[in-house]
């Protein structure tokens, strides 16, 4: 079946500009997670939704970041006044339900460039 | 406080060699574990899991894990690498009893085969 969508794929940016990312998750993944990734380091945590329940913003670094989810299905993250610190790739994935060993499968994330 | 480390940035092999990438863990009671793969300019996929059972798990791609109660540990393994290996490699856990549907994420361990 279908992976995880992610668009853009690469976004480019100028500064104090608001960008929008969306994620388009696993059919019937009640679970979906966002992740950002500097380039080649480790995953840092942003937030997660799951079902209709209120979303963990506990990663999020600042209040220019904010997400939502739609009918419980497709995610878009936005980042308002874009600064040059937020240039990374930023992934979403999706787990068939939050915690437990449920695994998570990751879309191909979206490179952000702020210029 | 949970955490998982994954103590060498690098592991460099040789093709055909056999191949450990090290993970260590700290979490509240039994742990889920999970090994990611992220090939160059992809997003992760999810290789293989241990929840509970058989010490030795099986994954894609060929790769194993062990899991080792005693050690904390979770190592990655192949018993002959490829080439085709070569990528970033992230251990995550999650606590049985964790109420915080997080995953806690090592930092990554870079392999590389040589041909």
């Known amino acids: 079946g279908a992976g995880v969508s992610q668009s853009p794929s690469n976004k480019v940016t100028e500064k104090g500009k608001d960008v929008e990312l969306r994620c388009d998750p696993i059919?019937?993944?009640?679970?979906l997670y966002w992740y950002r990734q500097s380039l080649g380091q480790g995953l840092e945590f942003l937030i997660y939704?799951?079902?209709?329940?209120?979303?963990?913003k506990s990663g999020l670094p600042s209040d220019r970041f904010s997400a939502e989810r739609t009918g419980g299905s497709v995610s878009t993250l936005t980042i308002q006044r874009t600064q040059q610190e937020d240039s990374a790739v930023y992934l979403c994935?999706?787990?068939?339900?939050?915690?437990?060993?449920?695994?998570?499968?990751f879309g191909p994330g979206t490179r952000l460039t702020v210029t | 406080a949970q955490s998982v480390a994954q103590p060498e940035d690098q592991v460099k092999v040789a093709e055909g060699n056999p191949l450990t990438v090290k993970c260590t863990y700290s979490?509240?009671?039994?742990?889920?574990l999970f090994w990611y793969v992220q090939y160059p300019n992809r997003g992760l996929q999810f290789l293989l899991k241990?929840?509970?059972?058989d010490n030795l798990v099986k994954g894609s791609y060929g790769f194993e894990a062990e899991f080792n109660k005693s050690q904390t540990s979770f190592h990655l393994k192949k018993p002959s690498a490829l080439v085709s290996d070569s990528a970033l490699y992230f251990c995550?856990?999650?606590?049985?009893?964790?109420?915080?549907?997080?995953?806690?994420w090592g930092a990554g361990t870079k392999l590389i085969i040589k041909p």
């Open positions: 995550a856990v999650r606590g049985f009893l964790d109420s915080n549907y997080q995953l806690i």
């Open positions: 979490v509240s009671g039994n742990p889920y």
């Open positions: 241990y929840i509970t059972g």
């Open positions: 059919s019937g993944h009640t679970a």
């Open positions: 939704f799951q079902g209709n329940s209120a979303p963990d």
């Open positions: 994935a999706s787990s068939l339900v939050a915690g437990g060993a449920s695994e998570q499968y």
